[in-house]
């Protein structure tokens, strides 16, 4: 099953007559995709697979925060002066939110802002999502990501290698609205950089007549040289305020610690 049969299959489940939020959906079809390229990898290992991220467990959100402060958020990137805010920590999904705000035409339009933690058990990056107008944004920095190819059935897709040396694929696809009467634009950007940075953003676009959100507007976003795995520490604890993180999710079985015993009749 592809992403997009992957993500219609849960626009359509139970959401007839409610509204849809966006982000969950997204999700799921990014944590399918995943499972998919886990399988492909252990079978036939091949480099390359069509999914976002190898991050295992589901995609949670934390509630809404509206609630903003009205102070501005410290500059992420360079031309910082003082002691605090040259050390340096890694990126947490508040200070993604801060910097994804900053990278957008109009952070005014974005609420219902949330994130955390990706992986079970253990972090394997982080994520944010928010609603900007009529499109919902999600986007993802991981540790390890497998590069994504254009498929047959894709119309509008394109993988380019930057002047320095990133891979960076676009598309633009559409997916079926709540009650399969319309349909919704979906645009991706997945980053791949050479310095170890691994970049997802995904916009569904609700009005596609009249989109909140560009192509050329993502793509501007997804190769900001201002992402970095780690910030300046005054940018990451200005950010810390802007909502309570969801956490890892946890195994279901207990994971046991230290060497396990042999079964009887175990070969040696």
Known sequence: ?????ELRDHLHAGVDDTPVDLGPLLAAGVAHGNKLVRRRRLTRILAGA??????GGAFAYAGSVDGVPDGAIAPAGPGVTTQAQQAKADITPQATLALLLELMPDAKQAANRRGGFEGVGSVLGVYTTTDYGTASIRLEIVKDQHPLPCSDTDTDCKVTTLPDGSRLRLLDTTVPGPRGMDEYQQLQANLIRKDGLNLNLI???TAPAEPAVTMAQL??????PRWQLQLDQAFITKSAGLFTPRLVTQPSVPQPIGPQPTSPGASK
Do not use: D, K, P
């Not at 099953?1 to 049969?5: A, H, S, V």
């Not at 069509?50 to 991050?55: D, E, G, N, R």
């Open 219 to 224: 793509r501007a976003i997804a190769t900001s």
């Open 203 to 205: 916009a569904v676009n």
């Open 1 to 5: 099953m592809t992403f997009e049969t």
């Open 50 to 55: 069509a999914t976002v991220a190898v991050l």
